[in-house]
T-cell receptor
Framework: KNEVEQSPQNLTAQEGEFITINCSYS?????LHWLQQHPGGGIVSLFMLSSGKKKHGRLIATINIQEKHSSLHITASHPRDSAVYICAVPRAQKLVFGQGTRLTINP | DSGVTQTPKHLITATGQRVTLRCSPRSGDLSVYWYQQSLDQGLQFLIQ???????AKGNILERFSAQQFPDLHSELNLSSLELGDSALYFC????????????????FGEGSRLTVL
């Protein structure tokens, strides 16, 4: 079992839908990262959070440290949100990455 | 634009060859991290440098080496290349430096796509 598990692995939705991507991890952490990888390959850091909730535009990230679970939500999804979303947690001086969730938003 | 510059963007070479990938971090960031993303492995942490010193090491092969120079740019050297080394290599920088990038915000470059034929 991977230390960081994401679900779903693939998600296709229609424009405007509310999107939820989940990340579960098996070890105690102090912070969790959400990254976005565009179809061209570039990676953007979306959030780094250690508790509660963070919001940036239409993106919301939540984390429950006790339950070792984080979610990334996208409201009013748009085709430009199509990307791979990756969560990552610190482990022994390095980041361990989930396998990513490929999101496709159809117009 | 993250402020992190990686060159070259694309590189095609043959097995057995050696290549050097270069990364210039954001202005003021002392930490540089290297990651490898291959099709079957996902993102893997390779190595971290902080202000010229190696700080953390991940799954980096002995054929690979890196260094960070006084001007804070970093180079990743890949030698005796094999087909399996074909991947995207990302550099990221962070103002943090003491925990392998684990709790500091990261800024990624666009990546260098290496193809070994």
């Amino acid at each position: 079992k991977n230390e960081v598990e994401q679900s779903p692995q693939n998600l296709t939705a229609q424009e405007g839908e509310f999107i939820t991507i989940n990340c579960s991890y098996s070890v105690g952490i102090s912070a969790l990262h959400w990254l976005q990888q565009h179809p061209g390959g570039g990676i953007v850091s979306l959030f780094m959070l250690s508790s509660g909730k963070k919001k940036h535009g239409r993106l919301i990230a939540t984390i429950n440290i006790q339950e070792k679970h984080s979610s990334l939500h996208i409201t009013a999804s748009h085709p430009r949100d199509s990307a791979v979303y990756i969560c990552a947690v610190p482990r022994a001086q390095k980041l361990v990455f989930g396998q990513g969730t490929r999101l496709t938003i159809n117009p | 634009d993250s402020g992190v510059t990686q060159t070259p963007k694309h590189l095609i070479t043959a097995t057995g060859q050696r290549v050097t990938l270069r990364c210039s971090p954001r202005s003021g960031d002392l930490s540089v991290y290297w990651y490898q993303q291959s099709l079957d492995q996902g993102l893997q942490f390779l190595i971290q440098y902080y202000n010229g010193e190696e700080r953390a090491k991940g799954n980096i092969l002995e054929r690979f080496s890196a260094q960070q120079f006084p001007d804070l740019h970093s180079e990743l050297n890949l030698s005796s290349l094999e087909l399996g080394d074909s991947a995207l290599y990302f550099c990221a920088s962070s103002p943090a430096g003491t925990s392998g990038g684990a709790t500091g915000e990261l800024f990624f470059g666009e990546g260098s796509r290496l193809t070994v034929l």
